[in-house]
Every structure is written in structure tokens, then in C-alpha cells.
């Protein structure tokens, strides 16, 4: 049934992601993000994917990062706002890969990270911001005067897939999240091709009052559920 | 030997700048100490660019609530009247120019203004995070700071050796010996740690400072 989009296992889920790929990652920290289908992403054994993801220097109470797929040597780029931590002492997984020549790092400043896309997932090609003026962030960028201050050019930004996270879905895919899991979650699913999502709760199509939905149902294509017991 | 200012007393004199009624934002590290000495009768309000606007204090252990963090991700609680929301939400509360302060760790700031913070020079990678959108976006930006490196090298500068996080966005200045205003005649050395005159703090800084309206330091 088409509007049914759960789905058995994590590994079923992410079956059709293939080398190359372009993956947005839900998450800021451990909260939010899909720890269970980054195992099942691993677990395929790709190369040369394509990470776009709020952060990406591990080191958080959740081990479960995109570290994993790092380390694994799967990953060509990476689109992100935190590399590292401030202390030069803990090298990231993404700062050695870095520094082997392995893996690509493309920084934007996080505010910036979401409008990009944000942009992508509602169709615009591309805005003007004013941060990263006059900085490492501008090198190669349009600089504009907007209303009589400079501003730079920035791209949407779209992906193959995105994995997301949430506290509550129905079976059509419609989700709610709690607190500060919600973060780059409700744009990401809206930024892919294909969003996956990872629920720690599935409720029956209807259960979820209207007005509290965060994302509808329309930016969801598959659902998994993964009680937060099992996660 | 008289002492450089604690990390609390630095905290402590940021939290005087902070208005009853100001919607901040804390930067990670020594920044977040400042959520702790806000004065008496003053309820300000502290947002987390993660997505969370009244963050309160630490929970106890039984009290963990493993959805809600801060954007270092500590653990945190929410006080009445706080409200959670998405990236977008967020960055335009930061990037509209909604915040009343953000205060924010430093590894230099130029006699402009420009603040460094993102990334050692020696370092191939860095981290912006929300760094060089709070920097641009606040209504105010205080840099909070240490006044030298460990090595002795002045942090406050002619012009920032290290990349820039924004040109000419830092207000105020506090470190652990000063309290400088950025003003656009140059930076006005405004408060003296205790014990501590102009010139010795003048000797520890590259930018010039002027030094004819100095007061003692601030205290609650």
C-alpha cells in the first residue's frame, strides 16, 4: 500500500543507496540523528558517498556518528559546520581523512548549512546572506550590495537521499520531534530525492493531531521503527 | 604577584551587560559560564542555536532528558516559557538580528573590532559552527576571552593574524585583565582588573588603547 511507507528493517531501507550517493544527515550532536541507519548505511560497504551533515567531528556522547563512515573509508566529501573540536589535541575522524587526502571538506557557516537547505527542498536556487563576509567563507563568492550591505551568494543544496530522525510517525510518514532533536530534521526531509526516516514510535495513520505534525507526510518515502530501547 | 581575573570573575563581570528582558545566546565554553551570573531580578532568556530558546540550568542525573541539549551538547533543562524549533527557526532568530547579546570565546579581536575564532593557523581544518552567523546576526557581540596566549602573545590586536570569524562585529572586549570598548575612534581601555594599571595592560596588548576614561572595575 503506497501510503504505508514502514518498512521491516533499517538494512531494507537503505538497500538502494549506492556508490556515489549524495546523504544528508539528520542530527546536531547524538540528538536526532538516525544512529541505526548510519549503521545500516556502513554496513552496505559503499565508496565515494557524499555527507552533508551539521556536524561532523564525532566526539559526542553518542558514538554513532558519520565517524563510522569515515573511518570505513566510504566517504569522498563532506558538507558541514563543525570539523573539529577546538582542542588540537583529538583529531577528528574527518580531519585525518582530510589530511590523508581522502575525503573533501566543504565548511559553511551553520545558519547558512540550513538555508542552503532549506532552499533546496523548497525549489529556490539560490540567496543572499550576510554572514561569511570577509572571511574564508566569501573565497570564490558572488559579494553583493543588498539594501546598502554586502551579502554573498549561496547555492541550495539538494541530495540523493536523506536520513532522518524522529520521535513519531504514522504509517503515511507524517512526524513529530521531540525537544532539541528536531534541529536540520524537518529540512533535510525535504531536501532528498528519498527520505528515509527512523521513528522511535509508529502510531496509526490518523493519531496524530493535524496541527501537530512537524513534517507531513509528503517529504517521507520510507519509515522504520526503532524503539528508543532498541536504539 | 597580583593575579590575573578567575574564569567566574570574567563571568561574572559579562553578566552585568546582560538586561532584564535580553534574549542571549552563549557561546561554547567559557561563554556558558555567564548563565550563571545573571543579577538578581533580571530574567534573561538563553538561546541554544541547536533549537532551544529559555535553556536552564543542568539537570540532576535523575533528571536527564537524553532529547535535550545544548549546542555542546550538555545536557540541559528548559525554564517556564522555553520553546524548542528546527535549524531554520533558529538562525533566523541569530541571522534577523533578534538577539539582544550573543557572548562569544575568542582567540583574537582587532582594534576594529574583527573577532577570530574558528580556527588555529597551524590547523588545517577548523570549525565554524554558528560561530560566524551569531558574530554577524546579534544586535551586540561581546568577546570573552583569556588577554594573552598561554605563550604571552597579546590576543587584543593591530589586525587578526588568524582567519577571521567577521570583520568589526565585537562591541566589548572582557578578558581576564580588561574590560574595552570598541568604539570607532579605536578601543577605549574601559575598566582595569583589580590591582592592575593601564600601562601594564597596555605592555600585554598590540592595538592601542585609549586610556583617559579608565574606571575601576565593575562589580555586582
Redesign the interface.
Known sequence: MAHDKIEKSCEEAVADIGDGASVMVGG????GTPSNLLLALRARGLKDLIIIR?DA?GG??NPIDIDILLEAGQVKKVVT??????S?KKI?A??QA??DGRTE?E??????L??RI?AGGAGIGAFY?????????AEGKEVRDIGGREMLLEHALTADFSLIKA?RSDRIGNLV???????????MAMAAKTTICEAENIVETGEIDPDLV?TPSIFVHRVVHVPRSAS | MKEPLSREAMATRVGIELEDGFYVNLG??MPMLVAEHILPGRRVLFQ?????LGVGPYPSEDAI???????G?QDITLVPGAC?????I??GM??GGHLDVTVLGAFQVSAKGDLANWK?P????????????LA??AKRVIALMQHVTRDGDPRVVTSCSY?????QCVSMIVTDLAVIDVLPEGLLLREVAPGWTAAEVQERTEAPLIVDRVKEWKTI
Open positions: 546536531f550532536s547524538g540528538r551539521n567531528s559526542w556522547k559546520c563543525f570539523a573539529v573540536f577546538g588540537p577528528s574527518l580531519e582530510v589530511l571538506l565548511l559553511v557557516p551553520q545558519g547558512t540550513a538555508e532549506r546572506t550576510p554572514v561569511g563576509v570577509g572571511t574564508l567563507a520521535h520531534y521531540r525537544r532539541s532533536t528536531c534541529n536540520f530534521n524537518p529540512h512537524m | 561554547i565554553g541554544a542555536e541547536n533549537g532551544v532528558d537524553p532529547d535535550l541539549g545544548n549546542a551538547d524548542t524549533f528546527d535549524s531554520i533558529s538562525f541569530i541571522v588555529l597551524q590547523r588545517t581544518v577548523g570549525s565554524y559552527g554558528g560561530a560566524m552567523d554577524v546576526g582567519p577571521l570569524t567577521a570583520p
